[in-house]
C-alpha cells in the first residue's frame, strides 16, 4: 500500500513538474532589439505596426524595441550587425553595402522602375524566380521578412530652379550607393553622400544645393524648412529590408517562427496599401509646413534619362568579374521583360 501511495505521490510530483516546465517555456520572453537608420516617424509606422502585431500576436512571448536614428548603428552597420547577433533585427538600404548585397541594390538603380507598386511586384516576383538574392542575405547571415517601398523621389532645396537639366549642372545634390551618383554626374551635377539623418544640417550649410529623397521622408525630416522647394517626381526605386538576424531566428520556436513569416506578408501588404495615403498625407504636410511642390517637365526628365548611361546593363556587366554575370544577366532580362 506504501509503494502504490509513493509512486502515486511521485507520478503527481512528476506531472506538476512538468506542467510547470510547460508553463515556464509558454511564459518565456524574447526581448529583440531592432536597429533602424532612419529617425522614429509615420513614414516607419508600418514597420512599428509590424513589432506592436508581433507581440500581440506572441501573446506577449516576444517583445521588439526598434531603436531609430543610428542609435544601434549606422546605415552601412546595421545589417552586419545583425548577421553578428550584436542587435536581433534590422531596417537595411541595399545601396549602403555595394560589396555584400549585390543583387539586392539592384533595386536602387534608378530609371529602372516607372512606380513603387511595380518595383515591389517585381521584388517579390525575382526573390521567388531567382535564388541569388536569398543566397546573398544567408551570407550576411540574415532572413528576409518584407520590405519597404518608397514613393518618387524629389530634388528639395531654397532655390525654385531645379526644374531643368541645365539649371542642376554643377549643382550640389545628395546622393547615395553605386549608382544613383552616376546618374547625377551624367548631367553634369555633383553628387555628395550624405546619410538621411543629416541631410537636414547639409541644406542649412550649404553642404549640399538640393537633397534627393522621397515625399514620406522630406516630411519626416522636415526639409521643407531649409528647402522650400520640391522638384519632380524624378525616379523610382525600393526602399529599405527589414531583416532578423539568424542567430536570433534560430531561437525562435517553431510557432513564433510562423507567426514572424505571416506577419511580414501582411505588412508587405500594409506597406503598399501606405503608399497612396502614406505618400499625399506626407506632401500635405509638406505644404502645410511651407514646403512647395514644383513638376520636374517630362520632357527635362526624358533629357535626364537620356545622359544616363544603362545603368541596370553596367551593373550586370559589373558582375562578370564576380562569376555572376550569367545570374545577373538573367534577372536583367527579366527586369526589362516585366517592365514593359
Known amino acids: 500500500m506504501k509503494i502504490a501511495m509513493n509512486a502515486f505521490r511521485t ?200 537633397s534627393f529623397l522621397n515625399a514620406g521622408n522630406i516630411e519626416s525630416l522636415r526639409l521643407y524648412e531649409p528647402g522650400k522647394y520640391n522638384c519632380g517626381p524624378v525616379m523610382v526605386i525600393t526602399g529599405h529590408l527589414i531583416v532578423i538576424g539568424k542567430r536570433t531566428w534560430d531561437k525562435l520556436p517553431a510557432d513564433i517562427q510562423e507567426i514572424f513569416t505571416d506577419q511580414a506578408q501582411k505588412s508587405q501588404q500594409d506597406y503598399l496599401d501606405w503608399l497612396e495615403t502614406g505618400t499625399a498625407a506626407s506632401i500635405a504636410k509638406i505644404e502645410e509646413g511651407g514646403g512647395e511642390f514644383k513638376e520636374f517637365p517630362a520632357a527635362e526628365l526624358a533629357k535626364w534619362k537620356a545622359a544616363t548611361p544603362d545603368l541596370l546593363a553596367e551593373w550586370a556587366e559589373s558582375l562578370k568579374s564576380r562569376g555572376m554575370g550569367d545570374q545577373a544577366k538573367e534577372v536583367e532580362s527579366a527586369w526589362r521583360e516585366w517592365t514593359k
Open 11 to 210: 507520478a503527481v510530483a512528476a506531472a506538476s513538474a512538468l506542467a510547470i516546465t510547460a508553463g515556464m517555456a509558454q511564459a518565456e520572453e524574447f526581448k529583440l532589439r531592432w536597429g533602424h537608420y532612419l529617425p522614429n516617424s509615420g513614414f516607419v509606422q508600418v514597420e512599428k505596426d509590424f513589432a506592436a502585431a508581433i507581440e500581440e500576436r506572441t501573446n506577449g512571448r516576444v517583445k521588439i524595441e526598434i531603436i531609430f536614428a543610428g542609435g544601434l548603428g549606422k546605415g552601412p552597420e546595421v545589417a552586419l550587425l545583425a548577421g553578428r547577433g550584436a542587435i536581433d533585427m534590422a531596417s537595411v538600404a541595399p545601396g549602403y553595402y555595394p560589396d555584400q548585397l549585390l543583387f539586392w541594390k539592384a533595386y536602387q538603380i534608378p530609371f529602372v522602375f516607372d512606380e513603387p507598386q511595380q518595383a515591389i511586384s517585381i521584388l517579390r516576383r525575382s526573390y521567388k524566380e531567382f535564388p541569388v538574392f536569398k543566397q546573398e542575405t544567408d551570407k550576411i547571415n540574415v532572413n528576409y521578412l518584407f520590405h519597404q517601398p518608397l514613393g518618387a523621389y524629389y530634388l528639395t532645396g531654397p532655390s525654385p530652379d531645379c526644374t531643368t537639366v541645365e539649371a542642376l549642372k554643377g549643382k550640389k545634390i545628395r546622393s547615395f550607393g553605386a549608382d544613383v551618383p552616376k546618374m547625377h554626374n551624367a548631367i553634369g551635377a555633383v553628387p555628395v553622400t550624405v546619410q538621411p539623418t543629416e541631410v537636414y544640417e547639409a541644406l542649412q550649410r550649404g553642404t549640399i544645393d538640393y
